[in-house]
């Protein structure tokens, strides 16, 4: 049942990342990441066994914001991903804010709500400082390294798979050591982070048709000025 899940998120999140493109271009795709961003971060808090994995929801969310800086590198300019990945970051550390502070509030005699709040707003510093540093990083070198692919035209398939899996492992790899050490042993933050960049590398090879889509979108564009 995960797996079929995965796939109808994968086919509903990436054709929202094309509407979005095609109705409201790059100023919609900026703020798409933003908003991407901090729905992952509510997603991930749930975890999940898939193609018998242990993981975390959160990662095809995650992997929309590569498609989004792409489509941004692809059809507009460097610095329109750039400023994406900005927002992205600004989005989250203000989400954090506003969910700490809730968190802060003594609820009345009434309130319900205020024990699952904890439960998903509850944060450990170390863990959302690694994710916020990891997530900055791996997207600044996705942006970075598909705009120096482009420049050399190699095919847009390969210059789209190369940056998603190879940042998408970096972001893994550098969360889960970060957040980690000295919590696990290395042998199971590998193990956290390969995991997680299986799903991740399925997910990010599911884009590139989008990706070709959002491509023949801007071409038509680019016609009718």
């Known amino acids: 049942m995960n797996e079929l899940l995965l796939f109808i998120e994968i086919i ?4 929202i990342v ?11 795709l900026i703020a798409y990441i933003g908003l991407a961003s901090v729905l992952a971060n509510l997603q991930v808090a749930k975890q999940i066994t898939i193609f018998n994995l242990d993981a975390t929801l959160g990662n095809v969310l995650f992997a929309s914001t590569f498609l989004a800086t792409d489509i941004l590198t692809e059809c507009y300019s460097k610095k329109d991903a750039i400023k994406g990945v900005n927002v992205g970051l600004f989005s989250v550390i ?33 863990v959302c400082l690694s ?23 190699t095919k847009l398939w390969f210059r789209n798979n190369l940056c998603t899996i190879l940042c998408n492992c970096t972001e893994n790899f550098g969360f889960s050591f970060l957040a980690f050490y000295k919590v696990f042993d290395i042998k199971t933050i590998l193990s956290i ?4 960049c299986i799903i991740e590398t399925l997910i990010a090879l599911c884009d590139t048709p989008f990706l070709y889509l959002a491509k023949r979108e801007c071409k038509k564009d680019e016609k009718q000025l």
Request: net charge positive; glycine share 2%; aromatic share 12%.
């Open 18 to 28: 094309l509407l979005t493109n095609k109705l409201y271009k790059k100023e919609g």
């Open 131 to 153: 994710s916020l540093t990891m997530y900055y990083i791996a997207n600044r070198l996705d942006v970075i390294l598909y705009n120096k692919l482009k420049e050399k035209n």
């Open 94 to 126: 203000t989400y954090l804010i506003c969910t700490q502070l809730t968190l802060l509030f003594v609820p009345n005699s009434i309130d319900f709500v205020n024990d699952s709040m904890k439960v998903i707003f509850e944060l450990a510093p170390r």
């Open 193 to 196: 982070a390969i995991t997680t």
């Open 12 to 15: 509903i999140i990436f054709s």
